[in-house]
């Protein structure tokens, strides 16, 4: 019964390593976001996909490459890591609606930790 | 770049006291939203209110929006222990392709 929900929660791994974070939202809401939170808990949004299209996308290395496969999931895969990574993502999604910027709902969170 | 900004960054209580949180921010808006978020968990959505409101309730909950001063406050009544957590205001600004900004948070401590 989880709304947004992510896997893993926690991910460690080495300098160099590329890794992957999943989610998935049943809510049947149109568009997902994926948000960075550092260790001073500033939240800053990555990426924004509405039914399967990039919507969003902030100053973020190309290292960092989301995949939609279809709009209950997004995917966040990361290659070369590099120990600036390491911070908690978030997914989130929302039900988008004409003229009406409605609240998000977050998933739990995965903290990565880059060594 | 950041949109929002809470004061005071840290704020620790009594059980039973209110607690009130300000955020201010830079343009103008479309809505501005309050969001919880627990040690080690997600954000939870706790309140939005549109650039036309001025007040708004919910619960223990009450949220002000002053759009000539680009500010907004959050009241927690009788607060609880249960309300220790950080707390962030996000906006939307107007004209904005779907993006929620968020300001860096406000850690409440409530003591029981």
């Known amino acids: 019964d989880t709304a947004v929900s992510q896997t893993p929660k926690y991910l460690v791994t080495q300098m160099g390593n590329d890794k992957s974070i999943k989610c998935e939202q049943n809510l049947g809401h149109d568009t997902m976001y994926w948000y960075k939170q550092d260790s001073k808990k500033f939240l800053k949004i990555m990426f924004s996909y509405n039914n399967k299209e990039l919507i969003i996308n902030e100053t973020v290395p190309n290292r960092f490459s989301p995949k939609s496969p279809d709009k209950a999931h997004l995917n966040l895969h990361i290659n070369s890591l590099e120990l600036g990574d390491s911070a908690v993502y978030f997914c989130?999604?929302?039900?988008?609606?004409?003229?009406?910027?409605?609240?998000?709902?977050f998933g739990p969170g995965t903290r990565l930790t880059v060594l | 770049s950041q949109q929002g900004e809470e004061d005071p960054q840290a704020l620790s209580i009594q059980e039973g006291e209110n607690a009130t949180m300000n955020c201010s921010y830079k343009t103008s808006i479309n809505n501005l939203q309050w969001y919880r978020q627990n040690s080690g968990r997600g954000l939870v959505h706790l309140i939005l209110?549109?650039?036309?409101?001025r007040e708004k309730h919910s619960g223990r909950l009450r949220v002000t929006l002053d759009t000539s001063k680009k500010s907004s406050s959050l009241l927690i009544t009788a607060s609880r222990a249960a309300d220790t957590a950080s707390y962030f205001c996000a906006t939307v600004p107007r004209g904005a392709n779907s993006k929620l900004t968020f300001g860096k948070g406000i850690t409440l401590s409530v003591r029981p």
């Open positions: 989130a999604s929302r039900q988008m609606e004409s003229g009406n910027y409605n609240e998000q709902f």
């Open positions: 209110i549109r650039s036309n409101e």
